[in-house]
């Protein structure tokens, strides 16, 4: 397992060099480990400048392979001090490209170039007033007061020679800047919609300062994306895990176009799908796509793997793992007709040329593994954190550095129809971390009715696009009520459904209480087995989305 250059990586302890055509103007960010480091990478993909974020610790020469404009490092939740504390070659402050440091990277910057950093008396969390002291390039056409979003427990109490002080609060400098060698630096986050003039700081940074072209677009992304598949796959052929959802269904058609019908779509039945999913996913990806799709219904394999499992991880890596074989199964007999038919092609050693495509995206890269930093593995998505070390094929991840409403709006570009593309999220793992505790196939059946009215009600007040995602779990708690006039034991389900722009965070939707009302109606009626409903108001954080 090796990684090269092509954006193709099975060792998920490493990270591919670049996975964007180097043609465009990039802005590289340096992950300290701060949750909010995706933030930054939205906000300039905003500008229309694509932006990629890279652990603190790569080396130089991968940082200046994506040949960037600029550089941004991030905020973290260490001290400089600490033993442990994220660290990047300190060379990268001396490469002469325009530099931005965001709190702990304020800090970075600081310590490593002769200042000193120390705990301050009155830590700073939330919101606070910024006094913009010195009009710098950074600066420019900012008020002179700003309301920021602070988080911070260490501060700057000596500038590093060279360094002015540009900005401040009552108990602490927020911003510092020497401009002659291109760096600059605020205590306080921009990135962030509580920081009020956030978006032009760092447009000042990227578009002004590091001069940054704005032609990173979805046609753009599209070309390069084509192109670099084509050359990665040359005369191979590829298979791609597709689910139906937004991301599989984007990454396939993108595929499509780079290697026509080289591109088979096996879609799996791990026996946790919604009600009556097999059948219509079939047929729209065939019939509104165009793809050429093979349907396994697989099942009976994934509920004997679940059997007796309650662990949400152990859920995860058994599907991951299963999913992969299913692959692997149906790869090897693509690829034994083709040798039939005397095109397959192989490799300098002699096998099969075969790939896996896959919809990945970041939020499931972030939450899943430290792949682009020291941030805390959240959850194993099950096609991360959950594939199998030794897996045959080789993977092409090209959504695997954008968030779900930038997939969206590349499908649009690629002609995709909005029934597809406005589609809700719906875990890889499917219904098995919506089933708490074991999975089995009777609950498998109640979840399936119950989701079912979840979703037809959401459709039927007009709200399906509205909220992110809506969804109904099971729990593994029964409860007595009264049906009929006779005393019942059932279970208890629950209703989800929020609000959220990348998945990342996420608010609790208030659905009207009238829709409520129907829908817990609806389900202690109509699905026998369930005889409660309670509605999930828990946000992200400090919850997730998905209750395993």
Same mark, same amino acid.
């Given at each position: 397992m090796s990684c090269g250059?092509c954006?193709?990586c099975i060792?998920f ?5 670049y996975t964007?055509?180097?043609?465009s103007s990039?802005i590289?960010?340096?992950d300290?480990g701060?949750q909010?480091?995706?933030?930054i990478?939205?906000?300039i993909?905003?500008?229309?400048v694509?932006s990629?974020?890279v652990?603190?610790t790569?080396?130089l020469e991968?940082i ?6 600029g ?12 033993a ?5 070659d ?9 530099t931005l440091?965001?709190?702990y990277g304020m ?6 170039l002769?200042?000193?950093v120390v ?5 700073e969390?939330?919101?606070a007033r910024v006094d913009?002291i010195?009009?710098?390039k950074?600066f ?6 700003l309301?920021v979003?602070?988080?911070?427990g ?10 002015t002080l540009?900005?401040q ?7 510092i800047a020497?401009?002659k060698?291109g760096i600059w630096?605020?205590q306080?986050?921009p990135?962030?919609?509580h920081t ?5 700081l760092?447009?000042?940074?990227v578009?002004?300062i590091c001069?940054a072209k704005?032609?990173?677009t ?6 390069s ?8 796959v040359?005369?191979?052929?590829a298979?791609c895990?597709l689910?139906g959802g937004?991301?599989s269904s984007v990454?396939?058609?993108l595929v499509?176009r780079?290697?026509?019908d080289?591109l088979?779509?096996?879609f799996v039945?791990n ?8 059948t219509k996913v079939?047929?729209s990806?065939?019939d509104k796509?165009g793809l050429k799709?093979?349907a396994?219904d697989a ?5 004997s793997?679940?059997?007796g499992?309650?662990?949400?991880e ?10 992969i074989?299913?692959f692997?199964?149906e @790869?090897? #007999?693509i !690829?034994? *007709?083709l040798e039939q038919?005397? &095109? $397959?092609q192989?490799?300098?050693a002699?096998h099969?040329?075969a790939?896996?495509v896959?919809g990945?995206l970041?939020?499931?890269v972030?939450?899943?593994?430290s792949v682009?930093?020291p941030s ?6 099950h ?9 045959k094929l ?6 695997r ?5 930038e997939v969206?709006?590349i499908?649009r570009d690629?002609?995709?129809p909005?029934e ?7 875990p890889?793992p499917?219904? @098995?971390? #919506?089933? !708490?505790? *074991?999975?089995?196939?009777?609950r &498998? $059946?109640l979840?399936q009715?119950?989701?079912?009215i979840?979703?037809?009600?959401i459709?039927?007040?007009g709200l399906y ?6 969804f ?7 409860t007595?009520?009264v ?13 989800r459904?929020v609000?959220?722009e990348?998945?990342m965070?996420?608010?609790?939707a ?6 409520l009302k129907?829908?817990?109606s609806r389900i202690?009626n109509?699905v026998?087995?369930?005889n ?17």
């Amino acid at each position: 397992m090796s990684c090269g250059e092509c954006g193709i990586c099975i060792d998920f302890n490493c990270q591919p060099r670049y996975t964007v055509s180097v043609d465009s103007s990039t802005i590289v960010i340096l992950d300290f480990g701060a949750q909010y480091t995706q933030l930054i990478a939205r906000r300039i993909r905003e500008f229309n400048v694509f932006s990629v974020v890279v652990p603190c610790t790569a080396p130089l020469e991968d940082i200046l392979a994506y040949k960037p404009k600029g550089i941004i490092l991030s905020g973290g939740p260490s001290s400089v001090y600490d033993a442990d504390a994220p660290k990047a070659d300190p060379k990268v402050l001396e490469l002469g490209l325009p530099t931005l440091g965001i709190c702990y990277g304020m800090q970075f910057i600081t310590h490593h170039l002769g200042g000193k950093v120390v705990p301050t008396d009155k830590r700073e969390y939330g919101n606070a007033r910024v006094d913009v002291i010195a009009q710098t390039k950074l600066f420019a056409g900012l008020p002179a007061k700003l309301d920021v979003w602070m988080s911070h427990g260490d501060s700057v109490a000596e500038l590093a020679p060279g360094f002015t002080l540009t900005a401040q609060t009552d108990h602490a400098p927020a911003g510092i800047a020497d401009e002659k060698r291109g760096i600059w630096a605020v205590q306080f986050h921009p990135e962030v919609h509580h920081t009020k003039n956030g978006t032009e700081l760092l447009r000042n940074f990227v578009l002004n300062i590091c001069g940054a072209k704005a032609d990173w677009t979805p046609e753009h992304f599209i070309q390069s994306t084509v192109e670099r598949i084509r050359k990665q796959v040359g005369k191979g052929y590829a298979i791609c895990g597709l689910s139906g959802g937004v991301d599989s269904s984007v990454a396939a058609v993108l595929v499509q176009r780079a290697i026509g019908d080289r591109l088979t779509c096996i879609f799996v039945n791990n026996g946790v799908l919604r009600k009556d999913e097999f059948t219509k996913v079939q047929a729209s990806m065939r019939d509104k796509l165009g793809l050429k799709v093979v349907a396994v219904d697989a099942s009976k394999r994934f509920l004997s793997r679940l059997a007796g499992i309650t662990d949400p991880e152990t859920k995860r890596k058994v599907i991951g793992r299963e999913f992969i074989s299913v692959f692997d199964d149906e @790869a090897t #007999r693509i !690829l034994q *007709e083709l040798e039939q038919q005397g &095109v $397959a092609q192989h490799d300098a050693a002699g096998h099969e040329i075969a790939w896996l495509v896959q919809g990945t995206l970041y939020p499931d890269v972030i939450e899943s593994s430290s792949v682009k930093g020291p941030s805390q593995t959240i959850k194993s998505h099950h096609n991360v954190g959950g594939l199998p070390e030794n897996m045959k094929l080789k993977l092409i991840e090209p959504l695997r550095d954008l968030f779900k409403d930038e997939v969206r709006r590349i499908g649009r570009d690629l002609g995709m129809p909005d029934e597809i593309l406005e589609r809700q999220p719906f875990p890889g793992p499917g219904l @098995a971390v #919506r089933i !708490l505790g *074991e999975v089995t196939p009777d609950r &498998v $059946a109640l979840l399936q009715d119950a989701d079912d009215i979840v979703v037809t009600e959401i459709k039927r007040a007009g709200l399906y696009r509205e909220v992110w995602q809506s969804f109904a779990v099971l729990l593994p708690v029964k409860t007595v009520g009264v049906m009929g006039d006779q005393r019942t034991y059932a279970y208890t389900c629950a209703v989800r459904a929020v609000h959220s722009e990348d998945g990342m965070t996420a608010d609790w939707a208030p659905l009207p209480y009238e829709v409520l009302k129907t829908i817990s109606s609806r389900i202690v009626n109509e699905v026998p087995g369930i005889n409660r409903v309670v509605y999930d108001i828990t946000s992200k954080p400090p919850g997730t989305i998905e209750w395993e």
